[in-house]
């Protein structure tokens, strides 16, 4: 095994994130130790209050973590940067500016010229199937919540991250349009082979898309299992219907369920 | 001027008309038939002509003051453009401040807190002792009212942007700087464009309450010297034309609204109300 930290995309050096409430001191996350490798689709589930976006988060550098320290590409960060994308999952996309301006928002930060920003703009739109023509002078109240999200999405990949974080991105999205975004989603991270941490509560969701399943548990957020789908890339949707992908989310919730109700005795 | 320019200008005014006339035929019903009860009621003699004076003698009033009419509407026009300008700038640079330093917040916010309940007009007073008679007190009141109305709105616009839309900049490589005018002034345009239209329209109520008690020009100090003399026509003429300029003011200001927030859903939420 290499040393910590070494080698790895991401390292996280025991994590440790409290809450000062007036009341109380909650902890969110303790003794977190993860490492991610480069081009590494990881997600995270666990039951809700178990952290995995508070840890999504502290990845991004919009949260300082209490303690514990993480490197990426082996160097301490902790503030948000154009490195790592963030795609929310609340609705994320600038309403004043059009499908344009959006994609190209951190482009125009960097100083990438016109014609160039015009170039990556047309090919992360196709990269994530909009391609309605006139699209692009679009404002995003005339879109749907589905093409808001891949409006999103192109805005994430179009900055050029070398990580893609996506917190419950499709949440809020129909059957349908999640499964959609997901095939859209393993095409680009096939295409771009950037790394992805994405949050999930959706178990289906988690084995179709991840290398690697990270478990959390609540009460304090912890990790608590790793699990490492049997289905390699490239992965075709047909896979979720496969007994051994319905077994393995049989197994998976097995644990959440475990981890819901017991959650608090994992630790004792 | 050539005629070209005429024509185009004159076709632009009558299609503009005919929009008028053709969407909004209902909403002057209800003017016309204000008007036709006024011009009964005053002309039957229902109603002394002290206490509600005839339309005709109201237009006989507007050519007896001719003479003083356009330099007194400039004055008052300029005092509330100033007043306007002054406090409606020095409002939300404050808040602004105040969002982005502790220590403006912490000097500035009590002040303000203290200060937004204080009436305005009862202020006249002590303005005309600081300031003396003139244009000082008047532009003074009204840049004190603006930028009371003007602070507060910032600062609740600047509180309710959306936390999403600044991590979100962040994390596309944005620092202090670009989020301040790539997300902050978009969002916060919005909530300003409505205080402008509401300290506007305050603007002309301080400006005649200013005038009114100490001055010795515009449209508020007309008015007074008509009441001197019991002319309540005159004060009419003059309170209709206030309100006119008002009225253009705001339509004006509206216009330039709806051009910088096609982007919220504001205008389809319009009928809401209504319709369900």
Same mark, same amino acid.
């Given at each position: 095994m290499v040393q910590m930290g070494e080698g790895s995309k991401v390292s996280l050096q025991q994590i440790q994130v409290v809450y000062q409430t007036k009341k109380r001191r909650v902890?969110?996350? *303790?003794?977190i130790n993860l490492e991610i490798r480069d081009g590494e689709f990881v997600v995270f589930i666990g039951?809700?209050?178990?952290g995995k976006s508070t840890l999504l988060r502290v990845i991004a550098g919009l949260l300082k973590p209490t303690s514990g320290r993480m490197l990426i590409d082996g160097r301490p960060v902790n503030s948000p940067g154009a490195d790592r994308a963030v795609v929310f *999952?609340?609705?994320?996309?600038?309403?004043?500016?059009t499908v344009e301006q959006n994609v190209e928002y951190g482009l125009k930060i960097r100083g990438v010229n016109k014609r160039e920003r015009a170039e990556i703009v047309d090919r992360c739109l196709k990269l994530v199937g909009l391609?309605?023509?006139?699209? *692009? +002078?679009?404002?995003? +109240?005339?879109?749907s919540g589905g093409m808001r999200k891949r409006v999103d999405i192109a805005r994430a990949v179009a900055n050029n991250p070398d990580i893609l974080l996506m917190d419950e991105?499709?949440?809020?999205?129909?059957e349908m349009t999640k499964e959609k975004l997901q095939i859209e989603t393993l095409k680009i991270w096939e295409e771009t082979k950037k790394t992805i941490c994405f949050v999930t509560h959706d178990l289906e969701e988690a084995l179709f898309l991840a290398d690697r399943i990270v478990v959390m548990g609540t009460d304090?957020?912890?990790?608590?299992t790793e699990v490492s789908p049997m289905f390699k890339p490239p992965?075709?949707?047909?896979?979720?219907?496969?007994v051994e992908f319905q077994e393995q989310r049989r197994n998976l919730q097995y644990i959440l369920n475990y981890l819901s109700t017991k959650g608090g005795d994992v630790n004792d | 001027m050539t005629d070209e320019i005429s024509s185009d200008k004159e076709t632009k005014i009558s299609s503009w008309f005919n929009a008028f006339k053709m969407n909004r035929p209902l909403k002057l019903v209800p003017i016309f038939a204000l008007l036709i009860i006024w011009y009964v009621v005053t002309n039957l003699g229902l109603v002394r002509p002290l206490f509600l004076p005839s339309p005709q003698s109201v237009i006989q009033s507007y050519v007896d003051l001719w003479p003083s009419l356009p330099a007194a509407t400039g004055i008052s026009l300029s005092m509330i453009l100033l007043g306007f300008t002054i406090g409606s700038t020095i409002g939300v640079a404050l808040s602004i401040l105040m969002a982005y330093s502790k220590g403006f917040l912490l000097v500035f916010e009590t002040i303000f807190d203290l200060l937004?309940?204080?009436?305005?007009?009862?202020?006249i007073p002590m303005f005309v002792l600081w300031f003396?008679?003139?244009?000082a007190p008047q532009v003074g009141l009204i840049a004190l009212g603006c930028s009371v109305i003007m602070g507060v709105t910032t600062t609740e616009a600047v509180r309710n942007i959306p936390n999403i839309y600044i991590q979100a900049s962040y994390t596309l490589g944005a620092n202090r700087r670009v989020v301040f005018r790539t997300i902050v002034l978009p969002t916060i345009f919005p909530h300003l464009i409505g205080a402008i239209r509401l300290a506007a329209a305050s603007s002309f109520g301080l400006d005649v309450a200013a005038e009114f008690m100490g001055? *010795?020009?515009g449209l508020g100090y007309l008015m007074i010297v008509q009441q001197q003399y019991l002319n309540t026509s005159g004060i009419f003429a003059i309170v209709i034309l206030y309100s006119v300029i008002a009225f253009v003011v705001d339509k004006l200001i509206a216009m330039i609204e709806s051009r910088f927030t096609a982007w919220t859903d504001r205008s389809s939420k319009n009928n809401v109300l209504i319709n369900h």
């Amino acid at each position: 095994m290499v040393q910590m930290g070494e080698g790895s995309k991401v390292s996280l050096q025991q994590i440790q994130v409290v809450y000062q409430t007036k009341k109380r001191r909650v902890i969110a996350l *303790q003794d977190i130790n993860l490492e991610i490798r480069d081009g590494e689709f990881v997600v995270f589930i666990g039951p809700s209050g178990c952290g995995k976006s508070t840890l999504l988060r502290v990845i991004a550098g919009l949260l300082k973590p209490t303690s514990g320290r993480m490197l990426i590409d082996g160097r301490p960060v902790n503030s948000p940067g154009a490195d790592r994308a963030v795609v929310f *999952q609340e609705d994320a996309v600038f309403p004043w500016l059009t499908v344009e301006q959006n994609v190209e928002y951190g482009l125009k930060i960097r100083g990438v010229n016109k014609r160039e920003r015009a170039e990556i703009v047309d090919r992360c739109l196709k990269l994530v199937g909009l391609t309605k023509p006139g699209i *692009q +002078k679009m404002f995003p +109240k005339e879109l749907s919540g589905g093409m808001r999200k891949r409006v999103d999405i192109a805005r994430a990949v179009a900055n050029n991250p070398d990580i893609l974080l996506m917190d419950e991105p499709f949440g809020m999205l129909d059957e349908m349009t999640k499964e959609k975004l997901q095939i859209e989603t393993l095409k680009i991270w096939e295409e771009t082979k950037k790394t992805i941490c994405f949050v999930t509560h959706d178990l289906e969701e988690a084995l179709f898309l991840a290398d690697r399943i990270v478990v959390m548990g609540t009460d304090p957020g912890h990790i608590h299992t790793e699990v490492s789908p049997m289905f390699k890339p490239p992965r075709h949707i047909d896979i979720k219907t496969t007994v051994e992908f319905q077994e393995q989310r049989r197994n998976l919730q097995y644990i959440l369920n475990y981890l819901s109700t017991k959650g608090g005795d994992v630790n004792d | 001027m050539t005629d070209e320019i005429s024509s185009d200008k004159e076709t632009k005014i009558s299609s503009w008309f005919n929009a008028f006339k053709m969407n909004r035929p209902l909403k002057l019903v209800p003017i016309f038939a204000l008007l036709i009860i006024w011009y009964v009621v005053t002309n039957l003699g229902l109603v002394r002509p002290l206490f509600l004076p005839s339309p005709q003698s109201v237009i006989q009033s507007y050519v007896d003051l001719w003479p003083s009419l356009p330099a007194a509407t400039g004055i008052s026009l300029s005092m509330i453009l100033l007043g306007f300008t002054i406090g409606s700038t020095i409002g939300v640079a404050l808040s602004i401040l105040m969002a982005y330093s502790k220590g403006f917040l912490l000097v500035f916010e009590t002040i303000f807190d203290l200060l937004r309940p204080v009436p305005v007009f009862a202020l006249i007073p002590m303005f005309v002792l600081w300031f003396g008679i003139g244009m000082a007190p008047q532009v003074g009141l009204i840049a004190l009212g603006c930028s009371v109305i003007m602070g507060v709105t910032t600062t609740e616009a600047v509180r309710n942007i959306p936390n999403i839309y600044i991590q979100a900049s962040y994390t596309l490589g944005a620092n202090r700087r670009v989020v301040f005018r790539t997300i902050v002034l978009p969002t916060i345009f919005p909530h300003l464009i409505g205080a402008i239209r509401l300290a506007a329209a305050s603007s002309f109520g301080l400006d005649v309450a200013a005038e009114f008690m100490g001055s *010795q020009t515009g449209l508020g100090y007309l008015m007074i010297v008509q009441q001197q003399y019991l002319n309540t026509s005159g004060i009419f003429a003059i309170v209709i034309l206030y309100s006119v300029i008002a009225f253009v003011v705001d339509k004006l200001i509206a216009m330039i609204e709806s051009r910088f927030t096609a982007w919220t859903d504001r205008s389809s939420k319009n009928n809401v109300l209504i319709n369900h």
